[in-house]
């Protein structure tokens, strides 16, 4: 894994990171500080990731999810294909979130979670107001998932 975060929560792992040529690293370091503090096990993997990037570091971890971020907006670009690559290894069952300022542009919101989900995304985010949708959002996806 190209990153580590140095904080790990007591509850299931949650690989995240930029995708794509995003150098945004502020709010993904406040995402790994706030997934420690409500129950999860961040890695994080730091900026210019690719799919493959996050499959391979959820194989490496065991992490249970994976939370994707753009925010220069480059997210479109940057994600096709990636249920496909998640699906080659095996590992169609692991949540995929993606969030931040996702498009160029304005968009409809149903537009850009439609797109989204078309690359194998299970939740979209597109410029939320805050974080708290996510940490909540992954505790009802992961219910009753042990932890590892």
């Not at 997934?35 to 993997?45: I, Q, S, T, V, W």
């Not at 160029?104 to 078309?118: A, C, L, N, S």
């Amino acid at each position: 894994m190209s990153g580590g975060t140095g904080r790990r929560g007591a509850g299931p792992g949650v690989v995240l990171g930029l995708v794509g040529h995003d150098i945004h690293v502020v709010a993904s370091r406040i995402l790994v500080i706030g997934l420690a503090e409500n129950g999860f096990r961040p890695y994080d993997l730091g900026t210019n990731n690719d799919a493959g990037d996050f499959a391979d570091a959820v194989l490496e971890t065991g992490a249970r999810a994976v939370l994707v971020a753009s925010v220069n907006g480059e997210g479109e670009e940057s994600c096709a294909g990636f249920g496909r690559c998640f699906a080659r290894r095996g590992l169609t069952g692991i949540p995929r979130y993606i969030g931040g300022n996702l498009v160029i542009g304005e968009r409809p919101p149903e537009e850009v979670v439609r797109v989204f989900t078309g690359y194998g995304f299970h939740r979209v985010f597109h410029r939320p107001p805050g974080f708290r949708a996510v940490f909540d959002a992954l505790r009802r996806d992961l219910a009753g998932v042990p932890a590892e």
